[in-house]
């Protein structure tokens, strides 16, 4: 519940569930599988909350990640978007990706929130085929000494997350919900 399988070419090639199986904690995780050896584009596992509180703060978004045959990537990714779509601020570990077969590993994304920024969205994503667990995810206000991983940016803009998926705040992190 709060989770969604969103954005990607052909999410048909994809699938979510909780895997009850060697969660890191409490007694279940999120699991995010290709569905063919080589399915096109990508897939996330996401929830998006609404910024307020979040706003001129930086946030950090940490999860226990693993992965199983990996051949592209699989990455925790968090953007903060304006009203129109446009993402002002974004980190997906594109220089920085999880291939292959891992266990359990805390990655962690920081970035700047600007004022103007109305959704904070994020999750886990696989590109290409494979699967991906993430477990244990927290989303937390820290202090200036923290360094950001990501930039604040304008990108192309794209329709804005559909008001129905958006939380009034971070939600069901731990999947325990």
Known sequence: IGWFLGAGGNLGKYTSSLDHDGPIEGAACARLSSQSATPPEFATLMQAAKAEGFKGKRVRFTA?????DVAASAYLWFRADRADGASVAFDNMQNRPVRGNTDWQLYSLV???????TVLAYGVGLSGSGTTWLDAAQIEIVDQTVPTSGKKRNILFKPPIGEKWVQSAPFNLDFEN
Do not use: F, G, T
């Open 64 to 68: 226990q990640v693993k992965s199983k």
């Open 111 to 117: 970035l700047d929130i600007p004022e103007s920024a």
